[in-house]
């Protein structure tokens, strides 16, 4: 777009995330929504971190299972990375009769919530649970081994690494899958009279 001969220098990411639908709630954005974000192939860019996910389960990527939980977890019940990695025994409820995780804290008001666990991610925390030696369920990794007491970091390495494997064009942030999370739920209705 120009605008008295010059173009525009606004970067195209921000003006996808500018065109998404806000809804309420601390989310405040969904995935790309318009034609101009699908790719070549005409899938919508919000399926492509969910091609990650399935490639992890591919052999060559069968080490990253951290991930790939991570991963789930994000795309089924729409929390934050940082807030996957810090969930701990105390603050999982499998066994409530709707099963949730509560989010004590966070970045704003609406961030301490309690989130439903999908039955996929359900599996996963159930794993979790069942390998856990202490209290957190995404301990942080040292050397070789892990600090059960403290909840891991980053995942940043093993997400570049998945992406180079999967061949996954154009990369995207781990983050990402928490906006692919909000348009899921956005198609499904969930949101309803919500919307913008």
């Known amino acids: 777009m ?3 001969g010059r173009s525009s220098t606004k970067h195209p990411r921000k003006n996808v ?3 998404r639908p806000k809804f309420g709630g601390d989310a405040g954005h969904t995935g790309p929504t318009g034609p101009a974000d699908r790719e070549n192939n005409g899938m919508h860019k919000s399926a492509q971190p969910l091609r990650i996910v399935k490639n992890l389960e591919k052999p060559l990527l069968a080490g990253l299972r951290k991930l790939r939980d991570v991963a789930t977890i ?15 025994r105390p603050n999982v409820h499998l066994s409530a009769p709707t099963p949730y995780v509560h989010v004590p804290d ?7 919530r309690d989130v439903v666990v ?3 991610a359900m599996a996963v925390l159930h794993r979790r649970f069942a390998t856990a030696k202490g209290e957190y369920l995404f301990p942080l990794r040292v ?3 892990h600090d059960w007491n403290q909840p891991m970091k980053q995942l940043q390495p093993a997400h570049r690494k998945a992406l180079k494997e999967s061949g996954i064009k154009p990369a995207f942030r781990l983050y990402d899958l928490r906006h692919t999370f ?5 198609e499904a209705g969930a949101f309803g009279a919500q919307q913008e």
């Open 2 to 4: 120009t605008l008295a």
């Open 17 to 19: 995330r500018n065109s």
């Open 74 to 88: 994000i795309v089924e019940m729409g929390p934050r990375p940082e807030e996957v990695f810090h969930m701990c």
């Open 106 to 112: 966070g970045k704003t008001v609406n961030a301490r």
């Open 118 to 120: 999908t039955k996929k």
């Open 143 to 145: 050397g070789g081994g």
């Open 182 to 186: 909000g348009t899921r739920a956005a």
